[in-house]
């Protein structure tokens, strides 16, 4: 049983083989070996000027919901949680804030969980809108099949937020999970865990929202400069728009889970955007390859000293605890 779940999630590796098999590895390693360290290394320290703006966001809707968590925990917190996040399957790493929250400020989960939601939902908004570009620009959006998987996409994105909020429908779902028992009661109930979830969401105001807008397009600004100086780094000859391209199809890629940390996954998206507009399968691989370094093990890295200081432990084999 183990090994039939484990098998799709290594499917990533099976296309990075393929790519490999069919490339010239002499030229790859070439471009990887001329690749301007000073570039590199710049984008990797824009690592944390651009997490602490997505830090600064989470911590904005924090304060929407009246919860006062501040500037050095949370910070810490949103750091750590990358860190555990590159290192388990399913994104743990975002429950890991709700658990710093919760113990931290004395907030109930569902409560908690609500801003991780409403934080991780402004990533996925962002990547679809510059990765739903990259695919109008490729002229894949006349394709009456990539627009209906598009807008599936989005809908099942969107949709449930709204559905949530609004009084009709969710005491419609309320008066259903209700009829479920014990299980039911703790999520549905008046103290449920669904409950907190939405009544963290309703504080939310539209006011939040816009600035939390404003702060998610700093955040990818910094986040597509660190591409674009990483093609830099290579020497490719794209604008920054083709990067930041490239990249949103890569990271939209990875949400596929065929793959370990989109190993894989993420290169055959760079790998065929890039090739559309003149970049060899050589080069390409080997900015996806720095794209990995920089944004995975750059931020796994700096994560893992945010743990160090501020970890949280399993006690007594189920509870989480922070120090």
Known sequence: MKIRKTLPRLLGF?????LLTRID???????????AIPLVVAAVVLNVPGILVKALRWRWMLRAQG???GVVPSSLAYFGSIFIGLLTPGR????IKAVYVSRDCGVPSGRAFSSVLADRLFDLYALMIVGGAALVSLGLADNGAT???IGATAAALILPIPLLLNNSTFGWFQALGNRFGKLGGKLFGPDGWVVELRDGLKQLTLLWALLAVALTVLAYAVFYTQAYLLALALGLNVGVVQVSYAVALGSLITLI???ISGIGTR???IVAYLGTVGVTPEAALGFSLLVFVTFYLGTGLIGSVAWIIKPVKWERGVEFSSR
């Not at 099976?14 to 393929?18: A, E, Q, Y």
């Not at 590895?25 to 690749?35: C, I, K, V, Y």
């Not at 743990?92 to 429950?95: M, R, S």
């Open 67 to 69: 919860i006062s968590y």
């Open 25 to 35: 590895r002499g030229q790859f390693l070439t471009a990887l070996g001329n690749a």
């Open 267 to 269: 290169e055959t998206g």
């Open 92 to 95: 743990l790493g975002e429950f």
């Open 257 to 259: 889970p065929i793959s």
């Open 147 to 149: 627009v209906l998987a």
């Open 14 to 18: 099976l296309l990075l083989g393929i």
